[in-house]
């Protein structure tokens, strides 16, 4: 069992930046792979981005590439979301999430472990 829990969400203007951050526990991190996803009111949950195991493969939603930035800190348990250059459209509630596996993957279905979520509001 894996637990999973984010920090870092709020309430910023446009054009403004936020990190969010994961701690997990209950597994050997490096073994997992993470995904950072986001679902906004009424919609469904999409992906934002993925990081391997190692750290050395990510891969991010064309929406957010060159904005966002994942990275992890296998000695703290730890992976972050970096948003720069924040939109309107990014208000989401935000969810980390884990696979048993190191490779980074887009899909949904391939995380077993979730968090509960912290939510990201961007005013205009």
């Known amino acids: 069992q894996v637990q999973l829990v984010e920090s870092g969400g709020g309430l910023v203007q446009a054009g403004g930046s936020l990190r969010l951050s994961c701690v997990a526990s209950?597994?050997?991190?490096?073994?997992?792979?993470m995904g950072w996803f986001r679902q906004a009111m009424a919609d469904e949950r999409e992906f934002v981005a993925t990081i391997s195991g190692s750290g050395d493969t990510t891969s991010y939603a064309d929406s957010v590439k060159g904005r966002f930035t994942i990275s992890r800190d296998n000695a703290k348990n730890t992976v972050y979301l970096q948003m720069n250059s924040l939109q309107p459209e990014d208000t989401a509630v935000y969810y980390c999430?884990?696979?048993?596996?190191?490779?980074?993957?887009?899909?949904?279905?391939?995380?077993?472990?979730w968090g509960q979520g912290t939510q990201v509001t961007v005013s205009s």
């Open positions: 999430a884990a696979r048993s596996g190191l490779r980074a993957n887009v899909l949904i279905g391939r995380y077993d472990y």
């Open positions: 209950g597994r050997t991190f490096s073994n997992s792979a």
